[in-house]
Nanobody, 115 residues
Framework: QVQVVESGGGLVQAGGSLRLSCAVS????????VGWYRQAPGNRRELVAG???????NYEDSVKGRFTASRDNAKNTVYLQMNNLKPEDTAVYYC?????????WGQGTQVTVAS
């Protein structure tokens, strides 16, 4: 059973930075699509950043130029570097790995940005 565990969330002032990490239990990252979603109260879950298995990265428009997603296949870890955070970035952030037509999700980590 693949396990996905996020860490690194917390409370930060507007303009600050956080780095989220996502550890995947099995050595599947090299052939998985991975990325990050977020969900704010009352809102739908939205894609923040996706890294397809074939490479490249896609970002939601509001985070372009501020967030950077990356992966380290050797460490089975996915990262989300978030800079210049805004109050509207407040949400629970979820990491996923997609492989063999199945999604594996983490439990989520709370990011709160104070104005």
């Amino acid at each position: 059973q693949v396990q996905v565990v996020e860490s690194g969330g917390g409370l930060v002032q507007a303009g600050g930075s956080l780095r989220l990490s996502c550890a995947v239990s099995e050595r599947i990252l090299s052939f998985s699509s991975v990325g990050w979603y977020r969900q704010a109260p009352g809102n739908r879950r939205e894609l923040v950043a996706g890294i397809p298995s074939e490479g490249g990265t896609n970002y939601e428009d509001s985070v372009k130029g501020r967030f950077t997603a990356s992966r380290d296949n050797a460490k089975n870890t996915v990262y989300l570097q978030m800079n210049n955070l805004k109050p509207e970035d407040t949400a629970v952030y979820y990491c996923y790995a997609y492989v063999a037509r199945q999604y594996y999700w983490g439990q989520g980590t709370q990011v709160t940005v104070a104005s």
